[in-house]
């Protein structure tokens, strides 16, 4: 009876450092993620900011900031004071968002968000990602390039 509960003992104990294990890892861009993808997986990521380690949620929209955007907006650490402050502030811990495409091609799509922030207020976003075409391994993955200003549409009560 003892060596059975040493096993199972042992068993969950290995479950539980890979379940530890891969909470902590951030999805990286890959070709097989389509645009729409891209975008839900960084307002996912900034929704749970800090569900997986501290300012988890930005380090994952960062991973998805196509290389030009990363030259104006990074780096990480600039990214995350500029996520955190008056103009994007109300993405992180948001209460639940929507995301519809307004146009695409096969190099870019772009998508209106709309944001329903903690204080139960919404607001608008375009949201802009297009295929990286140069070698490397970002080649033909989705990666984003503009995310506007928010345009605030009022309370939901």
């Not at 996912?44 to 997986?52: R, S, W």
Request: hydrophobic letters at 40%; one cysteine or more.
């Amino acid at each position: 009876m003892l060596g059975r509960l040493q096993i199972i003992f042992k068993i969950l104990f290995f479950i539980s450092i890979f379940l530890t294990s891969s909470k902590a890892e951030i999805l990286k861009p890959n070709s097989d993620i389509k645009p729409s993808e891209v975008v839900k997986i960084q307002l996912i990521g900034l929704q749970k900011n800090d569900l997986k380690f501290k300012d988890s949620g930005i380090e994952q929209t960062w991973n998805f900031a196509h290389p030009n955007n990363k030259k104006v907006t990074g780096p990480l650490p600039k990214f995350k004071r500029m996520i955190k402050g008056e103009s994007y502030q109300m993405m992180l811990d948001h209460l639940s968002h929507t995301i519809t495409e307004l146009g695409s091609s096969d190099k870019w799509a772009q998508f209106e968000v709309i944001i329903l922030d903690k204080n139960k207020i919404y607001h608008k976003f375009n949201w802009q990602v297009e295929k990286y075409t140069l070698e490397g391994t970002l080649k033909d993955c989705w990666l984003t390039t503009m995310v506007s200003n928010p345009i605030p549409l009022g309370s939901s009560i």
